[in-house]
């Protein structure tokens, strides 16, 4: 793989989810990583922060899930949803996007989630918000091809982190009970795995990849 020498990064909710794990893997590759720590990304915040538009924006955004039956999704609940997973994801893919286009070139990955590839009872609202950025990105990356920025995103599940998958889950019986009958690795993934495919979907010289949202769930989505 290439050396990201040289080459910035802008890191979104960087210390949770995925972004300590993707942070950490293209530091070790050589990049400059800004790690930045906000949650909504409004306009104005984005402005303030990003003054110089960096080579590769990895837009990690996280939400735990309001389970229950679809007859009982609160417009509150929808509403948090969306204005952590979705909302964000265009701020900052819209904030970026002219820059990098000008340019040339850019990278832009996005961890989303491999939920509305396969669906989940009683998280249908999780679903809807996941699969709306997984639209978004579809669409962008084949309007951003042609101008150099190649944009793709992550649909992973049963991957560890602190939001989703935290230690004392992977310990609940009935939750090893789940991962054996669904997920034919029978294990929860590595971070550091999506951190690689994070580096891969960003490496300058992967330039033919665009628009794809890439299942790392353990077989889960198949």
């Not at 969306?82 to 994801?89: A, E, G, I, S, T």
């Not at 832009?108 to 669906?119: D, F, K, N, Q, W």
């Amino acid at each position: 793989m290439t050396t990201f020498n040289g080459k910035t990064v802008w890191v979104s909710s960087a210390d949770r989810y995925m972004g300590p794990a993707v942070a950490a893997e293209l530091e070790r590759l050589g990049a400059v990583v800004t790690r930045d720590t906000d949650r909504l990304y409004t306009d104005a915040y984005l402005q303030s922060q990003l003054r110089e538009i960096p080579d590769i924006v990895i837009a990690n955004l996280a939400e735990p899930p309001r389970k229950g039956p679809v007859e009982d999704i609160e417009d509150a609940d929808w509403d948090n949803l969306f204005d952590h997973l979705v909302h964000p994801l265009m701020r900052i893919v819209r904030f970026v996007s002219r820059a990098m286009k000008e340019r040339g070139y850019g990278k832009i990955v996005a961890v989303t989630s491999a939920a509305p590839l396969r669906g989940i009872p009683f998280a249908s609202a999780y679903c809807a918000a996941r699969g709306a950025q997984n639209a978004f990105i579809k669409g962008v990356g084949l309007e951003l091809a042609k101008f150099g920025v190649q944009v793709n995103g992550i649909g992973q599940n049963y991957i560890e982190n602190d939001t989703y998958y935290p230690p004392d889950l992977m310990q609940d019986q009935r939750f090893i009970e789940v991962l054996n009958t669904q997920v034919p690795t029978k294990k929860v993934g590595s971070g550091l795995e999506t951190a690689k495919l994070a580096a891969y979907l960003a490496d300058p010289d992967v330039k033919h990849v665009v628009g794809q949202i890439i299942p790392l769930a353990g077989g889960w989505t198949t």
